[in-house]
């Protein structure tokens, strides 16, 4: 039982989790002719919770058929509370040296998790703002772009659609300026 705890708490290698995750689309396709994706499921929620005479058209549709989509979302909430409670790994992130000299000269400091103490802290109103601007940023680049990264990166590429090759590298080059130039400076700002 030891192993198997420490097989779920360790982070597994790129050659085991990439197969499993790339192999979840043929497998959507197979079953159900569904496409992988997360970021449709608020219209999903907001069509069931719009009672029926004011709903906008955009809200019009027969949600129930993508109940399973709910399913999974509600899944992935679930298994990242199992995780996050019973799985967790007590050791801070594994990062490099130069990472933890990055962060640190930021006022960042390593504990346990993923989550930086600083950013944990939700007395700090700047870290509300943080919080709510990278919800719009990417509620706003996921309406825009027609999709999110995993329906995009994943599901897109998978299928060989060129607008999800564009929104990837989009995705790759907006995370690299996001690390490196604009949470810096963010959090400058916030801590």
């Known amino acids: 039982m030891n192993e198997l705890l420490h097989l779920l708490q360790s982070p597994w290698p790129w050659y085991v989790a990439g197969p499993l995750m790339g192999l979840t689309v043929p497998l959507l396709l197979w079953l159900g002719n569904k496409s992988f994706g997360i970021s449709s499921n ?10 029926e005479q004011a709903k906008p058209g955009f ?23 199992l995780a996050a409670n019973l ?11 130069a990472a933890r000299q990055s962060l640190s000269a930021l006022g960042v400091t390593l504990q346990p998790g993923l989550l930086p103490a600083e950013l944990s802290r939700l007395d700090n109103p700047g870290v509300w703002g943080l919080l709510a601007l990278s919800g719009l940023l990417i509620g706003f680049g996921t309406r825009y772009g027609g999709g999110c990264t995993s329906g995009h990166a994943i599901t897109g590429l998978a299928t060989l659609q060129l607008p999800s090759l564009i929104a990837t590298v989009s995705f790759f080059a907006g995370g690299i300026l996001s690390a490196n130039v604009l949470l810096p ?3 400058r700002v916030i801590l």
């Open 87 to 97: 799985l967790a790994n007590p050791e801070p992130a594994n990062l490099s040296a």
């Open 42 to 51: 608020l219209r999903h929620l907001c069509a069931i919770a719009l009672p």
């Open 59 to 81: 809200f019009r549709y027969n949600w129930r058929a993508e109940g399973w989509s709910l399913a999974f979302a509600l899944g992935l909430v679930l298994g990242g509370l």
């Open 185 to 187: 400076a963010l959090l």
